[in-house]
């Protein structure tokens, strides 16, 4: 919308262009999901996850959700994330950082991709 001052803006055009944007960026996002919920993991890896992102410190992640996300993990609160992939680990992360207020929750979540695309 840099145009936005000028007398030939095109809003069809604009918009176009930016759904066209955010399906490029969207499909990548689908495969990566895919291929979470595909990629088995083993108890110990994620418990060495969990271990690696709260105790060693290779995350930012407030130490005191290391408790909820495991049980989360381990225990899971919908039938969906039952299997034991790193879709559902990262589940149990992401709705531990629901704890959280609004910024700090966010920060976690954008972190957390970056730690979890490290292992995969």
């Known amino acids: 919308m840099a145009a936005k001052h000028s007398k030939n803006f095109n809003l069809i ?3 176009e262009l930016g759904v066209a944007q ?5 499909e990548p996002m689908v495969k990566s999901v895919d291929h979470w919920r595909q990629s088995q993991i083993t108890d110990v890896t994620a418990k060495l996850l969990i271990y690696q992102a709260f105790v060693e410190g290779a995350t930012e992640f407030p ?4 408790k909820p996300v495991h049980d989360l993990y381990f225990n899971p609160q919908h039938q ?7 879709w ?16 700090p929750q966010y920060r976690a979540t954008a972190e957390l991709a970056g730690f979890l695309k490290k292992v995969v």
Request: no cysteine; glycine share 0%.
């Open 88 to 103: 559902s680990l990262s589940n149990a992360f992401t709705s531990a950082f629901k704890q959280l207020d609004p910024i």
């Open 63 to 66: 130490k005191h959700l290391a």
């Open 22 to 26: 955010m399906h490029r960026n969207f």
């Open 80 to 86: 969906e994330f039952e299997p034991r992939t790193m």
């Open 13 to 15: 055009e604009s918009v």
